[in-house]
């Protein structure tokens, strides 16, 4: 596609609930990254996949957060035992190379009430 | 650790006025530079980014930056601000390495009177 594709746009899950979000990278782009960005807060590093494999988790709040990208295309971050501060605006970026050269999507913003 | 600070939490400027934002950080070596804009609703943009050579980065929109080592700065400006800037602005570092991941600050959202 022409951009970066993130699904849904809006997720309103109870607290204790499993989540699922999807990011579409641009076709061809080897590295993607996953950041959250909280209110008031710039975003913040969760997780790097270079093709299939996670090259750097280091930012993974805690072992309920899970990201999988198995053909090196789309990815997807898994929230389980979700709780009222995982709420925030999820985002996903994709780059073909160079530092901070990404294209970011427009996020899923993630409500747990 | 490496860190990014943007002292200015909202700016408001007038229409055809001039714009500095602020940006320092902390970083042991020179770091790679980055300015994003973000307008409601959409992701984030890359408006400019400096690695070495010139110090004075321009980017897309009319934006520029400066790169100051003895500062420790990187601040954005713009000679003449338009209404369609109003956004929020972050600045990043970026520490390179094997993952890329930038570090970012906590945005300036600028507001644009007419």
């Known amino acids: 596609g022409a951009g970066v594709s993130q699904t849904p746009s809006n997720k309103v899950t109870e607290k204790g609930k499993y989540v699922e979000l999807r990011c579409d990278p641009i076709?061809?782009?080897?590295?993607l990254y996953w950041y959250r960005q909280s209110l008031g807060q710039g975003p913040e590093f969760l997780i790097y996949?270079?093709?299939?494999?996670?090259?750097?988790d280091s930012g993974l709040p805690n072992d309920r957060f899970f990201a999988v990208r198995p053909e090196g295309s789309v990815s997807t971050l898994k929230i389980q035992r979700t709780e009222r501060g995982d709420s925030a605006v999820y985002l996903c970026?994709?780059?073909?190379?160079?530092?901070?050269?990404?294209?970011f999507g427009s996020g899923t913003r993630l409500t747990v009430v | 650790a490496q860190s990014v600070t943007q002292p200015d939490i909202h700016i408001t400027v007038s229409e055809g006025a001039s714009l500095e934002l602020r940006c320092n950080y902390s970083?042991?070596?020179?770091?790679?530079l980055f300015w994003y804009v973000q307008s409601p609703g959409q992701g984030l943009q890359l408006l400019l980014k400096?690695?070495?050579?010139?110090?004075l980065v321009q980017g897309i929109k009319g934006f520029e930056a400066e790169f100051k080592r003895s500062q420790s700065s990187f601040n954005l400006r713009k000679p003449s601000v338009h209404w369609s800037d109003a956004a929020e602005y972050f600045c990043?570092?970026?520490?390179?390495?094997?993952?890329?991941?930038?570090?970012f600050g906590t945005g300036t959202l600028l507001a644009v009177q007419p």
């Open positions: 970026a994709s780059s073909s190379q160079g530092v901070g050269d990404y294209t």
């Open positions: 076709s061809g782009h080897t590295a």
């Open positions: 996949f270079q093709g299939t494999g996670a090259a750097d």
């Open positions: 970083y042991g070596a020179t770091p790679y």
């Open positions: 400096y690695f070495s050579g010139d110090t």
């Open positions: 990043a570092v970026g520490p390179g390495g094997a993952t890329n991941k930038l570090i």
